[in-house]
Every structure is written in C-alpha cells, then in structure tokens.
Nanobody, 114 residues
Framework: QVQLVESGGGAVQPGGSLRLSCESSRTIFGVYRMGWFRQTPGKERELVASITASGSTTYRDSVKGRFTLSRDIAKDTLSLQMNNLKPEDTAVYYC????????WGKGTQVTVSS
C-alpha cells in the first residue's frame, strides 16, 4: 500500500502562487507515472500535470506556462509550482501515482479568489 500525503494548498488572490507537495511512502524512483489531478464539485477529476519514469512531463493546456511539475527522487516527493493562479484553478488537488495500480492522496484545497 502506498500512502501519498499532500501539502501546500490554501487561498490566494488571482495572480498569486502556491506550491503543492506530495510525499510518497514508497520510493518514486522508477514509478511509471505520477502527477496531479484536480476536481471541482459536480465535475470529473481532471489531469493537471504528470511525469513519467524517464522524467517526461505533460500539462493540460490551461496550465501550460503557469504550472511546473518537478520531483525529488531522493525525498520521494512530487511538487507542483503554480504561478499566476486564476479563479478557474480553484479545486481540490490530488496527488496520483500509477505503478500497476492507481494510488491517490486525500487532496488539498486550492482557492483562488479576490
């Protein structure tokens, strides 16, 4: 069983920044894919950004140029730097790890509002 613990959510004004972190209870070295999803009430969970074992990253179009995904294999941590936040980025953000099975964190709330 893999435990994923998110931190770093909060409330910011439009244009602000937040950094989300996800610490894994197992090594992330060689993990097939990791990333962040987000979800708002009444909508399906959507993939925000992901990284493969080789380090290749992908982003959804709406966050390209604003969000940066990174990982620290030594610390088994995945991070999402979010800049120039917009109200439409408001959601619960979930850390995700896929390695034969899907593992999820409990989520962290991000609220962007003036």
């Amino acid at each position: 069983q893999v435990q994923l613990v998110e931190s770093g959510g909060g409330a910011v004004q439009p244009g602000g920044s937040l950094r989300l972190s996800c610490e894994s209870s197992r090594t992330i070295f060689g993990v097939y894919r990791m990333g962040w999803f987000r979800q708002t009430p009444g909508k399906e969970r959507e993939l925000v950004a992901s990284i493969t074992a080789s380090g290749s990253t992908t982003y959804r179009d709406s966050v390209k140029g604003r969000f940066t995904l990174s990982r620290d294999i030594a610390k088994d941590t995945l991070s999402l730097q979010m800049n120039n936040l917009k109200p439409e980025d408001t959601a619960v953000y979930y850390c995700w790890l896929h390695d034969n099975f899907n593992y999820w964190g409990k989520g962290t709330q991000v609220t962007v509002s003036s």
